[in-house]
């Protein structure tokens, strides 16, 4: 049973779209009950912590920080402003140690997160490019924490700036996100 369920997991999270159906929406600008996503469902998500933003805390200062442990050994941390709309979401491996790559497994895990909460579609090639970059960036300079260019860049029709990133281990986790004024 558990092969099967290791098997089946790169299926599970492919989203609607790339599976061939309706596009889900994205977690972005909506209140999303995240447990309940099929993203998460799929990851076997589980609440770790809630924390209040305080007006030292960098972006939103004013919502919370939902953090969730998957089965796999993410840290998924989401920002969600009052009224439970999602600003912005993290897909992180702490502790990795500096020099870490993704697994094949871990890189479809990051791009179906990316698509998921942006409703944008990120192929797993993409990321592990992002991680490729930010490793190289990270050997001109050692405090480099990913590459400088984003993974995507887009604006809502209201002209809010919106992006997607990836970082390496070292200068800090290892792991993709995207999220509003994402520099």
Request: glycine share 12%; net charge positive.
């Amino acid at each position: 049973m558990k092969l099967l369920r290791v098997a089946l997991l790169p299926l599970l999270l492919l989203t609607s779209a790339q599976a061939g159906g309706a596009p889900e929406p994205a977690w972005i600008g909506r209140a999303v009950d995240v447990p309940t996503t099929p993203l998460c469902r799929a990851m076997r998500c589980t609440l770790h912590t809630v924390r209040e933003n305080t007006p030292d805390t960098l972006g939103g200062h004013d919502g919370q920080q939902r953090t969730y442990r998957t089965a796999s050994g993410w840290q998924l941390e989401v920002d969600v402003r009052p009224g439970g709309q999602v600003s912005g979401a993290r897909l992180l491996r702490p502790g990795a140690p500096r020099g870490t790559r993704l697994t094949a497994a871990q890189t479809r895990e990051a791009a179906a997160f990316l698509s998921a909460l942006t409703g944008r579609t990120f192929r797993p090639q993409a990321v592990q490019a992002c991680v490729t970059a930010g490793l190289a960036a990270q050997d001109r300079d050692f405090d480099a924490y990913g590459p400088t260019d984003p993974l995507s860049r887009w604006s809502t029709p209201a002209g809010w700036p919106f992006r997607a990133r990836c970082g390496v281990a070292g200068a800090g986790p290892l792991g993709v996100w995207a999220g509003w004024r994402q520099g």
